[in-house]
Structures are given as C-alpha cells and as structure tokens.
C-alpha cells in the first residue's frame, strides 16, 4: 500500500529490512473486509494516518499458498506520520524527487527501495514517474 499525499509518498522501515532500505506499508485483509477497508485499516493501524479513497494498480502472486498481493494506492487526508513501534522502526514521507534516486540506489543519503521482483517496488515507479 502507498499512501500518497500530492507529491509525496509514505514508506516504511522494518527491524529486519536492510539498513536504508524504505518500503511501502503492508497488511493483510480479514474475513469479511473489503481490501479499501484493509488498507484504510493498515495504513491507520502502522502508521496512525487517515486515508480515503483507496484505488487498485497490480497484484502479485505470493510464495505461500492460496496467497496474493495486492498493490493499492491511498489518498492520505492526514500527513502526521506515528510508526507503530512493533512493526516499524521508521515512516516517513517521501517527494518524488527522492523516490527515482530511491529506485536507481543514487540517493545521496543511501536510502533505497526494494528491488523490481516487489509489488512495492512498482507502486513506488508508478508513483515516482506519474508526476
């Protein structure tokens, strides 16, 4: 999931994730949501942020069965960002001018994303580049 706001975009760090390395949020959906509500409900629940409309751009099989991925777009109506401790270590916005240095690996603080076999990693691109 990608909460945008205008020109920004929101990612996320995990404990475990490579130093520098910022994804977007993930979750997963309940029996009986809807995947807006889902993603209304992660982005609040990792992030403390309010998004409204919520809109599809790709799916991607997953590596367990009867998984998949879903990548969505949300339209952010807050911006203060609360990482939720236990699962993030770091959220924070990002311009698209930050984000194509992110997708190369050239960002001059050396931040990146992950890497093209990642549904986040197209969110990012299609985000980064639609502006």
Do not use: N
């Amino acid at each position: 999931m990608l909460a945008v706001d205008g020109e920004r975009g929101l990612l996320g760090r995990q404990h475990r994730f490579q130093p520098g390395m910022y994804s977007c949020l993930a979750g997963f959906v309940e029996p009986g949501e809807t995947l807006e509500d889902a993603v209304r409900r992660e982005i609040l629940e990792e992030s403390k942020l309010s998004v409204g409309r919520v809109t599809y751009h790709a799916s991607q099989p997953w590596p367990f069965p009867s998984s998949l991925m879903i990548g969505c777009f949300a339209e952010a109506l807050t911006e203060e960002i609360v990482p939720e401790e236990a699962g993030l270590e770091d959220a924070r916005w990002f311009d698209r001018a930050d984000l194509l240095p992110m997708l190369e690996r050239r960002h001059p603080d050396g931040v990146f994303v992950p890497p093209p076999m990642a549904i986040a990693h197209h969110l990012i691109r299609a985000f980064a580049t639609a502006g």
